[in-house]
């Protein structure tokens, strides 16, 4: 019988160097905390991971939680750069491994808040169900809504309903039942309904008079099922430029 070679032990990750400045930022980010989870509310801006150029990501802003001996709280899912949102952590390997699992078994609930323009769709409420896929342009990924046939495509699921409208702009709440890229943005463009300041599909940067600040996209609650037992929910304020936007538009 052959031995096996041994198995490479992953080398420990080397803590990242914060500033007093961002581990102020990071802590103040914080909505939720116990002895599993840590949650945050992003702000527009900072990418979950994997970001370019000097600034850290959030991901490696979670060292300021770092404890001796102990690893650096893990990110159990995504929002994209300029969303912002509750978004969850996990501080320990087991919690990892059991919200990893659920989230698989799509047993997370997520609803969002977003600005769309002109007005609201139609219908008021529904579901989108157009399959997606990944489009590279140079170094930008894009989400195409395609054909279910196409080799690339992902089914994707959007429910959405209007919560408020004038004829410039409506506020939405919507849940996203699949958890595709960009998904959210694509399917409510392909309503007429752009989200407003996404410029990548196509969203307005004013409306009715009244410039976007940025991708009006909020994560606003979470619910899961606790390593713990039971389900949890966590809600994320909407942020203070995504509300004055509301408020000027009439849809608080």
């Not at 080398?11 to 980010?29: C, N």
């Not at 429910?159 to 699949?178: C, I, Q, S, W």
């Amino acid at each position: 019988m052959t031995p096996r070679p041994p198995r490479k032990l992953r080398a420990p990750e080397k803590p990242v160097q914060l500033t007093p400045d961002e581990i102020a930022l990071v802590r103040s980010l914080v909505i939720y905390e116990d002895e599993s989870l840590l949650a945050l509310n992003k702000p527009s801006g900072l990418s979950s991971q994997g970001g370019r150029g000097q600034v850290n990501t959030l991901d490696e802003l979670l060292w300021a939680f770092a404890r001796p001996g102990k690893p650096r709280p893990r990110l159990i899912h995504r929002l994209d750069r300029d969303t912002s949102g509750v978004i969850l952590t996990a501080k320990t390997k087991p919690a990892a491994g059991f919200l990893g699992k659920a989230m698989m078994a799509r047993k997370f609930a997520k609803t969002y808040r977003a600005i769309v323009a002109p007005g609201a769709p139609q219908p008021a409420a529904g579901v989108v169900e157009h399959p997606l896929r990944r489009e590279e342009i140079g170094r930008e990924a894009y989400m195409r809504i395609c054909r279910p046939d196409h080799a690339d495509a992902e089914a994707a699921r959007t429910r959405y309903r209007t919560l408020k409208a004038t004829e410039a702009a409506a506020l939405l709440e919507v849940d996203p039942e699949t958890g595709r890229m960009h998904q959210i943005r694509v399917h409510l463009a392909s309503l007429g309904r752009p989200i407003v300041g996404d410029v990548r599909y196509g969203g307005a940067l004013m409306v009715d008079g009244r410039p976007a600040p940025r991708l009006m996209l909020h994560a606003q609650a979470l619910i899961f099922p606790h390593p713990g037992g039971g389900l949890k929910r966590l809600e994320a304020p909407t942020p203070a430029d995504m509300a004055a936007l509301a408020s000027a538009l009439k849809l608080d």
